[in-house]
């Protein structure tokens, strides 16, 4: 048999949407015909749509599985972290850590600025638990009570929550998201965590200050019954709760500032919240062995606390993983057969700005999750597609990854047929459209990434210099992590960009 590579041809346009259609007629079943939400087989199937697509095409079997395996390997490094992150959310249970945040968060709750707290608090232990689920499965649904007792409008309350749940969930390197999207833009973790900040930290400071004039014009009597049998359940089970058990929470911004590799901090804190454990909570090596693989479980009369403190270990993670192997295979699939650019590379070639680069992968990324009903495809897709194009113009990988986040995290809940969206409408009991206006965040953060772009802010250059919120250019703190020959190429291209504007008197 030969060996040689078979040239294929680019497929037409009808032919390329064949196996999105395809993962769009399933997953839209899947929804409305109550097949189940998982969308794993949907993704594997179209594959297999992709790979008959591509044999028309003149592709053979071996090139696809080839691009497919090449995705994966590319995404493996993700993969890991996200297992890792399982380990280090089940020893930061069990060390008390996440409850420690929850219980000293409550003891700090005003009532007269109810909203603006219940955004930051849920963007602390959203941060804390790298999981805006969890966060509106525990807080969410006592804060939904409590607020109902004030005369709130719920979708306001539960837009509140969101906001500061997803603000959490996007800046957390604990969160499955976070991790996905800085290895899908193949930059580092706290790269694209540091690279969140100036778009997604003011966006938060702005819905805050809205939410703040709703809860001084509208709050009235408060009940805080549900907040204090959440606390009462945490200091019965757990055997020492100090502001000690916050130092690990702590220790995650240090990482972060230091820019220690990913994987190593990941294990250097899942190992911490380990001797936390043993040393105030009673835990044996064990334990601890069973807490990292399986997570942590208790057992208690109250719900909330259980569903807070049941969660993590490296088991928790396969699922998500197993996705992201199935759809990082299905975009290398896409991306070998010629199918991207066959939809998109009309518009790709007509891109000529970063402004214009970031509005195509936000609104690659939103079609994504509203057409695909998956959060995760929303991250995949648009980073295998445009990441060449991030190079091409001297940007840094940190941006590509910032600005998934900032249209695909966010907007994942907002669309009512989507995972996230069916899950927070159920846990909160107020129907995804309803919340939507009121999720301040979610709609104000991809607003001012785009607003602040049009005039040259909030720029990430590849050498690591960027520009502030009004354009003018400042050195970085270095460059983002990126793959060589990405990095190199991009250089190359930053040089010619500047050698060029320079020509014209326009810094860049």
């Known amino acids: 048999m030969s060996t040689q590579n078979q040239m294929g041809r680019l497929p037409s346009r009808s032919e390329a949407m064949i196996p999105i259609v395809f993962l769009l007629a399933i997953m839209i079943a899947n929804y409305t015909l109550g097949w189940g939400f998982d969308p794993h087989i949907p993704v594997t199937l179209s594959c297999g749509v992709a790979m008959i697509v ?73 941060v804390a638990l790298g999981s805006a689920w969890t966060v509106t499965a525990t807080l969410g649904i006592a804060f939904m009570a409590i607020g109902t007792t004030m005369g709130l409008n719920p979708a306001l309350i539960a837009g509140a929550i969101l906001s500061g749940a997803c603000c959490g969930d996007k800046f957390s390197p604990l969160s499955d998201s976070t991790n996905l999207a800085a290895g899908s833009a193949q930059t580092g973790l706290f790269d694209h965590v540091a690279a969140m900040v100036t778009t997604t930290f003011p966006s938060l400071v702005i819905a805050v200050i809205i939410y703040a004039f709703f809860s001084f014009s509208k709050v009235g009597v408060y009940d805080p019954t549900l907040a204090n049998e959440l606390s009462a359940a945490i200091l019965e089970h757990y055997t020492y709760m100090s502001p000690i058990l916050l130092i690990p929470v702590l220790l995650i911004v240090v990482v972060a500032v230091i820019k220690m590799p990913a994987i190593p901090s990941v294990v250097l804190l899942s190992l911490l919240g380990c001797i936390f454990a043993v040393i105030f909570q009673g835990a044996g090596f064990a334990d601890c062995i069973k807490m990292l693989h399986y997570g942590y479980h208790a057992q208690s009369n109250n719900e909330l606390f259980t569903t807070l403190v049941n969660r993590g270990g490296m088991n928790s993670m396969l699922w998500t993983n197993n996705l992201v192997i199935v759809a990082v295979a299905f975009g290398g699939i896409l991306q070998k057969i010629g199918a991207v650019e066959s939809i998109l590379g009309g518009f790709i070639n007509k891109v000529k700005t970063p402004f214009q680069l970031v509005l195509l992968t936000m609104g690659t990324s939103i079609f994504c999750i509203t057409t695909m009903c998956d959060q995760y495809l929303g991250l995949i897709i648009p980073a295998s597609m445009y990441k060449d194009r991030f190079d091409e113009m001297g940007l840094g990988r940190n941006m590509l990854s910032r600005t998934l986040e900032d249209g695909g995290t966010l907007w994942s809940p907002l669309v009512p047929w989507s995972s996230c969206g069916a899950y927070h409408a159920a846990v909160l009991g107020v129907p995804t459209l309803l919340y939507l206006p009121y999720c301040f965040m979610n709609i104000i953060n991809p607003i001012y990434a785009i607003v602040t772009l049009s005039w040259g802010g909030n720029i990430l250059y590849v050498d690591g210099s960027k520009t502030n919120v009004f354009g003018k250019l400042k050195k970085g703190r270095g460059p983002a992590e990126a793959p060589e020959k990405a990095y190199d190429k991009a250089m190359k291209a ?11 008197n326009i810094r860049v």
């Open 54 to 126: 591509g044999k028309v095409c003149g592709y053979n079997y071996k090139e696809m599985l080839a691009a497919g395996l090449e995705a994966v390997n590319q995404s493996l490094e993700a993969i890991i972290i996200i297992l890792l992150v399982g380990c280090l959310i089940g020893s930061f249970t069990a060390s008390g850590t996440i409850p420690a945040v929850v219980y000293y968060g409550l003891k700090l709750f005003t009532p007269i600025i109810f909203l603006p707290f219940v955004t930051i608090l849920c963007a602390a232990v959203g």
């Open 494 to 504: 930053l040089a010619k960009i500047r050698s060029t504007k320079e020509t014209n």
